[in-house]
Structures are given as C-alpha cells and as structure tokens.
C-alpha cells in the first residue's frame, strides 16, 4: 500500500486517540509488564571507564516528607534554612562537590548536587562533614528513621540515598538494553535486543523508574574537576 | 570500648609473616560438605590436631617465629555454603556480597584485566567459597597443608587429573617468594610504610609515623572518622575482631618497565643534550648509592618518581635527586607531603597514602588507609635476559571496610587521580589502567618546572582475585557449630 493511504493515517493518529490511550496504558502496558518484567533500575550515574566520565556526575536525590501538608513543608525548609551555613560549610568541606541545592518539589525535598568521582565516596565524605547536620533533617523525611544517626550508620544511609537517587536514562538510548538484561539475570537470555523494541522497553523502565534523570545531563565545562577550577580561578582547593 | 583480645584476632591482620617465612600459599576453596569444611574449622580454630593446619592468632610470638602460619578468609558464597542464615549473610556490605568480580569497573580491572579474562580458579568467582593462606620456609609444609584443605574442600585451579598434592597445581605455579632484600618486581624495596596500631607488640617498625585508631583495620572500633563506625557483621560479638580483605593477583610486565625506562632515560638525556632543562642537577649521579652513569642515573629517576621512591625505598620527598644509602625503613617511613614538597603529586605512594599533604577530600588523609601485605610469585626477573614469563604479585589489602577504603583508594585516587588537581584525569603510573595513546605523568626537573611523559603502556594486570571476610576466632567457632 502506498504511503498516504488511509490506513497509514489511521494508525499514525492511534496514539492521539483516547480510547487507544486508555486501552494502552490499562491493558497494553500492563500486560507488557507481566510479560516482561523490569525491575527498577538503581539512581545516579554509573561505574565510569574513562576518567573524564567520573568528573561532574549528577546526584537527583529525592526524598518524599513525612508530612505531606504546608506545615510539613515549611518545617523542612526551617530545618534546611536553620542549618545552612553548617550544611554549606560541611558541603565545601566535602572538597569534590561543584554545586548543591535544596529544593520542595510537591511533598519531597530534593537534593540536587554535582560532585566528582564514585557515589559511595561521596556520600561517606558527606556524612563524615555534615552528617550530624544533615540527621536533623532527615527527621522529616519519610523512611528514614533507621539511618539516622548517619555516621554509626554508614552503610544503610549510602544505600538509602542510592534507592532514592533517581535512575539516569543512557546518553546512548540502546544502553538500556544492557542495563535492564544485567538487572534481569539470570532470567535474561543476552540475546540483541532489535531497534523497535526500545521504545517499549523505555515505557516499562518509566513504569518501575516514575522519576527519571534525561541522560547524565550537560556541562557547559566537561572534564574538570570542582578542585581543578578553584584552582585555575585561584581560590584554593 | 573494651581492649582488643588479641587472641581472638587473626594473625595476619595486625602483623606480616614475610620477615621470617619465606614461602605462601593462596589456596582457593569450594566447599562440597559443609560438615567436613565445618569440621576442618572446628580443629583449625582449636588447634593440636595433626590433621588440620591451626589457625595462627595474634598475640606477640616472642623470641621464637613459629615454623608456618595459616590463616582463613571467607567470600560471602561461602558463608552461604557454610550454612549461615539469609539475615546473618545480609548484614554484610554491598561490596563484599557482590564480590571483587561484580566491582570490576569501580576498580580499573577493564580490558585485559577484565573479570572474563582471569584464568581458572577466578573465571568462576562463585566457585570461590575460602581462601586459605599457608606461609612456611617450605613448599613440603604448603603442599601438606594443601593436602589438608583438600581434605575438607574442593580446591580450585588443581589441573585436570592430578593428585591435589603435586607441586602442579595453580596454587604452587602461583606461590608467592620472597626476593632477595624484600624487593618486588619493578625493583622497588617494599613494606616501609603500614599503618601503626596502639596494641601490645604490634606497633610496626620503631617509626614515629601517627598511630592509627584500630578501626582502620579491625571490625568493631573507632575508625580515623570521627564518630564513624562500619558495620560489623554477623552480630556485634562475633563480627568484631573481624575484617575485610581484598586479595588481588597481579602480573607485573617488567619487561615491559625497564623498556620504558630506557626509552625515558635517553629521551630525558637527548633533551638535557639539546640544552633542556634537566631532569637532575649535574653530577647527581655521582651521589647515588653505587657508580652508575648519567644514563642510568635519569632511568632510575624516572622510576623513582613514578612510584615515589628510589628503588632501595628511599623517598623521592626526602631525596629527590638521589637514593640515599639503604638504612633504616624508619627512616624511610618518617617523612610526609606538606608544603611544597618534591614528590610528584601523581606518584605512585603518593597517590594512595596522601599522609598529611593537602588533599581534595579534606577529611579522608589517613582515612583510607590499609593494611598491605604482599608477596611477589613467578621467577625471578634477570635484566640481562629479559623474558615474558607471567610474575607479580599476590597482594592483600587489609581494611574495616573495602568501600571506605579499598573500593575509594582505587576509583577516586589511583585511577581517577582526584586527590590533588594536578593529577586528576590522569591514571597511576605503576598500576593504572593505561595505554601508550593516553598515558602521561608530570615529572618534576630538577629546576621544579614539570615535564611530561607520555606513552607507556599498562604494566600491571589483574589476573584475579576476591573479597574475603576474616572472621575473628570466635566467628570461626561460630561458623564450625552451624546446624545441617
């Protein structure tokens, strides 16, 4: 059939069509799951290779309130706001970190940060700079109780950030492929995956991974490391 | 906190054998019948039987070093084959459940030393449920011990068809020797520098070099973190007194090195030649240790800075033109990286034991430090006839937590350089992961400009290894006394 015919154009309007929509996102989508299932994927950047790939990684740490009203909110931004200055201190400290911020998004309180090389280092030379701090803040959070005080437990709270850390698409989309046949093993079988199955295996990540990082994020200065720009600005390290 | 018990501790933790035994051997264990592996442990840990090796502890020897020491580490698989219970195996951290396989780009071991390139018994790092180390004068005492071990496991890497106890086993291919003056290959003196713990007898070398909190190595005690505690395993009671090991097979290319250094030294002479800046000032050679020429005086410099000290260990921080004459390792251990100091800042020792220079991670200068215990295997290196034998080294890295401190030393210092700025993006010199495309290091000149090198390949491989749990003697009983 020629391109253009009536067919072609019914089924390219499929996906703005509501009944479609429904019956894709109750049914479709669903079964797909059952058929295949994806487990969550873990949050923030993975192992690098390549030295420059270790510098300015993302951490999208998000991590829902145990009071989900306005007063609940405000009492985290009152712990936030009450410890600034030790948390910034602490935050510098760390050495390795370009830049930190807290943010309210609905009823979670997100930490936003860019920090040079592995994940685990850097939430230990965090809890060793400012986790005193930082467990007063985590009073407020849900699912917390347990690792606090931080620094007797070390080990729960870099696992604790590592689940709430958001999972990082692939720069290069077909990685996934490979990310969610490791997470499947041994049940998974390695063979190629063809290129049309991505968008459904990017669907069902989505389902078991809501929040998503788009890929590993841009860098208007890709390679350096936050010591190495304080020390070409000459501030110190 | 209460003393430690020294009794209930290990023996190779808190102290090296290699002063006294000149042989070790790293078997690798399966276990078949957790009854016999719990038995074997049972008499280990007591002691007395003719059958089974005893367990060394670590109360001080005395005058007398006893003939051969044994000692035991456990991966998390091999917890599991012992029988401990799912809640007892998820106390232990990530890194050790996952295994030194599974953290394999966290540690520089890509490409060639890549998991899916370890020869058998590593291939199959499930397999690996114990590994059981003998030391002795002695490869008979290694072999009865081996003898004995097979008695109770499965011992890996035993060539197809025969008998455990011949001398042809991976595990007497791969016995660790001591060379002559506790040299390594590269050439370079080893062992100068361990970190010093306050417990009767066991403070190292009379060196005046901070003692460290026993946390450092021992499960269950203050940490050089303020306030920080690692978790200690199993229960209180019986992971305390415990720790972690990461045992490491590495092949040294030394052929490989010493071309390097020719190729270094007469670059580094045709520059000076041409009227460049100098790597040492005129006639250092003439104060080295032994005659050698201005030649072989630039090859050995550059050897020295690429590791951070002189091959008779002296350090490039205290003598940076010229080794000292060998003396006491006390002095070679007293010295450190503060103010401008002449050790490279990508050098080898520097890169993993900052002591007090100024580093990027503020709060991590001695936090990471571990305790190193190694062994070169393979034959002996004879620079006139260089040859491609595989030879290296059987290394143990010794801590209270390998993500704290093992995992961190290797990522963030070796191979991503993070430590200072000046050497960030660039790999270690001796063991990272190079290649001749990308690989430099900063040499300082004598007028304390820097000049790069570039080109040398990776010289160190991995070959194998893994995470092993070295439980205290109370573990063991505890491990020795699980039901079916």
Not at chain 1, 136 to 157: C, G, H, S
Not at chain 2, 16 to 38: F, S, W
Not at chain 2, 204 to 230: H, I
Not at chain 2, 477 to 483: K, V
Request: aromatic share 10%.
């Amino acid at each position: 059939m020629a391109d253009g015919g009536w067919l072609d154009r019914f089924v390219d309007s499929l996906p703005t069509r509501g009944w479609f929509k429904f019956i894709s996102n109750h049914l479709v989508v669903p079964l797909w799951a059952w058929r295949e299932p994806t487990p969550r994927l873990p949050g923030g950047p993975r192992p690098a290779t390549a030295p420059g790939d270790g510098l300015q990684r993302m951490m999208n740490l998000i991590m829902p309130l145990k009071e989900k009203t306005p007063i609940g909110r405000a009492r985290v931004a009152v712990a936030i706001g009450q410890n600034l200055d030790a948390l910034y201190t602490g935050l510098d400290n760390v050495g390795t970190i370009h830049f930190a911020r807290f943010v309210i998004v609905d009823n979670n309180l997100c930490m936003m940060s860019v920090y040079d090389g592995d994940f685990d280092s850097y939430v230990r030379d965090f809890i060793v700079s400012i986790g005193n701090v930082f467990d007063a803040v985590l009073q407020f959070i849900e699912d917390a109780d347990d690792v606090v005080p931080t620094r007797r437990n070390v080990e729960k709270f870099v696992a604790w950030v590592h689940a709430r850390d958001v999972f990082q698409l692939p720069d290069f989309a077909t990685d996934l492929f490979a990310l969610q046949a490791a997470a499947r093993r041994p049940s998974a079988d390695g063979s190629p995956r063809p290129l049309t199955a991505l968008p459904r295996a990017v669907i069902l990540q989505l389902r078991a991974n809501r929040n998503v990082s788009l890929g590993s994020g841009f860098r208007g200065y890709a390679g350096f490391s936050a010591a190495q720009i304080r020390q070409r600005l000459g501030i110190g390290w | 906190m209460s003393e430690v018990r020294l009794d209930n501790v290990q023996g190779n933790i808190l102290r090296g054998y290699r002063g006294g035994l000149r042989h070790v051997r790293h078997m690798m264990l399966a276990v078949a019948d957790p009854a016999a592996a719990r038995r074997f442990l049972a008499a280990a840990s007591r002691g007395g039987s003719v059958d089974v090796p005893a367990i060394t502890r670590a109360p001080h020897w005395g005058a007398a070093d006893p003939p051969a020491c044994f000692n035991i580490g456990l991966t998390h698989a091999g917890l599991r084959a012992l029988g401990v219970a799912e809640a007892m195996l998820a106390t232990f951290p990530r890194e050790f459940v996952e295994g030194m396989a599974e953290r394999a780009v966290k540690l520089g071991d890509i490409g060639d030393s890549a998991p899916a390139n370890w020869p058998a018994p590593f291939d199959r790092p499930d397999r690996i449920h114990l590994v059981a180390t003998g030391y002795a004068n002695s490869p008979g005492t290694l072999d009865a011990m081996q003898a004995a071990a097979s008695r109770a496991f499965d011992v890996l890497g035993v060539r197809d068809g025969r008998a455990r106890t011949e001398r042809d086993v991976l595990g007497s291919d791969r016995d660790g020797d001591n060379l002559p003056a506790r040299r390594v290959f590269f050439g370079y003196a080893d062992s100068i520098a361990q970190p010093r713990f306050a417990v009767d007898g066991h403070a190292g070398s009379s060196s005046t070099r901070p003692l460290q909190p026993l946390g450092t190595v021992l499960l269950g005690y203050p940490t050089q973190l303020e306030g920080v505690f690692f978790r200690v395993p199993l229960s209180d009671e019986l992971g305390r007194d415990g720790a972690f090991n990461a045992f490491r097979v590495m092949a040294q290319d030394v052929s490989a090195f010493e071309a390097y250094l020719d190729d270094a030294g007469e670059a580094l002479l045709r520059l000076e030649q041409a009227g460049g800046p100098p790597l040492l000032p005129v006639d250092a050679e003439a104060s080295f240790d032994r005659p050698i020429d201005r030649l072989g005086a630039l090859r050995e410099a550059v050897a020295a800075q690429m590791c951070g000290r002189w091959r008779n260990g002296t350090p490039v921080a205290v003598s940076p033109f010229h080794p000292l004459p060998a003396g006491s390792r006390k002095a070679f251990n007293d010295f450190d990286y503060r103010g401008a100091t002449t050790c490279p800042a990508g050098a080898h020792i520097r890169r993993v034991n900052p002591r007090d220079g100024m580093i990027v991670q503020r709060n991590a200068n001695y936090a990471r430090q571990l305790v190193r215990r190694g062994t070169p295997y393979g034959p002996d290196f004879d620079a006139a006839q260089p040859d491609d034998r595989e030879r290296g080294l059987l290394g143990n890295f010794l801590c209270a937590s390998l993500g704290a401190q093992y995992e961190a030393v290797m990522s963030d210092w070796l191979n991503l350089g993070l430590s200072n700025p000046d050497v960030t993006g660039i790999n270690d010199p001796l063991i990272g992961t190079n290649t001749p495309e990308m690989s430099v290091f900063d040499l300082r000149l004598a007028d304390g400009l820097y000049h790069h090198l570039r080109g040398f390949p990776r010289f160190v491989t991995t070959r194998g290894g893994s995470y092993t749990f070295l439980p205290s003697l109370a573990a063991i009983d505890y491990l020795a006394a699980l039901p079916g």
